[in-house]
């Protein structure tokens, strides 16, 4: 019988979690074994991929069948923004992103309106009047949140978890052509060429020096917005298909049109929730 191979992805650094991501009780536990059978499955599929160099290296402490497999995105998808008047700044995520955001607290001028989707638990109790909170969504609503936001934002804490990160909120901030303020860890040291394609926060009060600057220069958005949007491009999934094929095995034909698979309406994004129609 033809050997069928089996390939495993993983996106995360699941041996340095810090004990308040969520995640961690969920894998440490004491009757969760999960972590067990993270490291049984690592060792017998034939190849794992990862989207980090960071990550590979993490991982192949328990196999040398490692490929980097590097985030890509759907440019097209992304193109929503046509006015940007530098009032609002936004973050997305899941909640196991949530002690990130503690990084911003006390630094978002109280005149800028802050859109948080997807998580918003704990970030009400900071000190910022005038905030707005998103509903959990899916990705198929990214686009149309990023419409609604003019200045993205990616704070993250040092910590060794973070440094396994890929670029992905960055890369499609860069997509719909948003400025972004990125903190100073992990692979954004690399993916942000300060002052040309973002912002690198490498000291906390920066972070609200560079959200008023935003907020009150048109030109500094619109250059860093346009650089972004060509870094981006680097990036779409058309120009690195190739790589899928070498790893797979497989001959990738561009589909005609898409055609969904089971209940379609549940592929279909919703209507938009209530807080973004301001």
Known sequence: APHIRHIMDVDDDYFHLNPHNPWYAKL??????????????????????????????????????????????????????????????????????????????????????????????????????????????TVLHLPEFLKHIDIGMVPLEDLQFNYSKSPLKGLEYSAAGLPFIASNVGVYQDFVVDGYNGLSVKKPRQWGRYLRELQNDEVMRRYLGANAKIHAENCDIRNNITRWEEVYGLEYTPPEDITYVGNQDSHKPNKVPEPWEF
Request: contains cysteine.
């Open 28 to 137: 440490y536990g004491k009757e969760s074994g999960r972590i067990s059978n993270l490291l049984a499955s690592i060792r017998i599929v034939d190849t794992l991929t990862v989207t980090t160099p960071f990550l590979a290296d993490i991982y192949r402490k328990h196999t040398r069948r490692v490929e980097v497999l590097p985030n890509c995105i759907d440019n097209q998808l992304y193109n929503v923004k046509t006015e940007n008047h530098g009032q609002t700044c936004g973050w997305y995520g899941v909640d196991a992103r949530f002690a990130d955001l503690w990084v911003l607290e006390g630094w978002i001028p109280e005149d800028m309106y802050c859109i948080i989707a997807a998580c918003d638990i704990g970030f009400r109790e900071m000190n910022h009047k005038l905030k707005l909170f998103v509903p959990a969504f």
